[in-house]
């Protein structure tokens, strides 16, 4: 009961502060910082949450007026989408390379080499040449491995989703190894080793519920780093997704919208996984 209470009060401070964010753009007019204008626009924010569902914006170029709900709804599920797809892609697949790795030598030491090399190289540089790989193999073959950009009848999430997993898949891989190899030297792991248990058997029982926990603190600051990378993977691939519409339209009442958004499926995670590593391990987060 504690514990949902403090959540909750996380949470409602979470919101008054997106509340207080939301409005930021009206602080900054042609005559320059003007506070009592941001004043105005919280106020009137404030006093338009309860019909925030009923907000009408107009399109960016045209006259025509859209109500923001259903419409922000399909660019937040293409965001969403490539988001969550992201996370899984470089989670299973960070766990699945450092099972591997762990039991063979020249793949540990290939693996060690590949995530230092991917971790000096910015995404936006990554990017590029992912895209250019793909338009040469066309070229050449004739084969389109998979699509590189969005058309009006349908916005790409694979490829987006793949090169945006990079960066989490390098963080989780070194997160992983850092933390099994400083488990590795401690005495339960020896005891293991003499009863008879294998390296699949040591590492799976007994080293990674001990490094859930680590895994869990360092696992949400990789989330936001990943979060800050989608903006230009939806710009670059020209995608209608939530980040690049709160790129175009800066009223209070939408940037607000897409902050919730984005922010509750999140949270929500953190808390579903804090849950499961707390029964699964028996440690206090």
Not at 98 to 105: E, Q, W
């Amino acid at each position: 009961m504690k514990q949902l209470i403090v959540e909750s009060l996380r949470l409602l401070i979470v919101l008054i502060s997106f509340i207080i964010i939301a409005p930021f753009t009206q602080l900054f007019t042609v005559e320059g910082l003007n506070v009592q204008h941001y004043i105005v626009s919280l106020a009137h924010l404030a006093g338009n949450l309860i019909h925030i569902y009923d907000f009408h914006f107009q399109i960016a170029g045209g006259f025509i007026e859209r109500k923001l709900f259903p419409f922000i709804i399909q660019p937040w599920l293409n965001t969403m989408k490539i988001f969550i797809l992201a996370l899984i892609i470089a989670i299973v697949l960070s766990f699945l390379m450092i099972a591997i790795a762990k039991r063979v030598k020249w793949l540990n030491w290939l693996m060690t080499r590949i995530v230092r090399v991917l971790g000096y190289l910015p995404d936006i540089f990554i990017m590029p040449i992912v895209i250019l790989l793909v338009i040469l193999t066309y070229k050449h073959t004739g084969l389109l491995v998979i699509d590189v950009a969005s058309t009006v009848d349908k916005d790409i999430i694979l490829l987006p989703a793949v090169l945006l997993s990079i960066v989490p898949f390098v963080q989780f891989y070194k997160i992983l190894d850092q933390a099994i190899e400083e488990e590795r030297s401690e005495s339960y792991v020896m005891t293991a080793k003499g009863k008879g248990l294998s390296e699949t058997e040591i590492l799976i029982k007994h080293i990674m519920p001990n490094i859930a926990s680590i895994y869990y603190i360092n696992f949400r600051q990789v989330v936001w780093m990943t979060l800050s990378s989608l903006f230009v993977m939806e710009i670059l691939f020209g995608i209608f997704g939530a980040t690049s519409f709160l790129y175009t339209y800066h009223q209070p009442e939408i940037i607000l919208t897409v902050l919730i958004l984005m922010f509750i499926p999140l949270y929500m995670m953190f808390i579903g996984l804090k849950f499961f590593i707390e029964r699964f391990t028996g440690v206090s987060l």
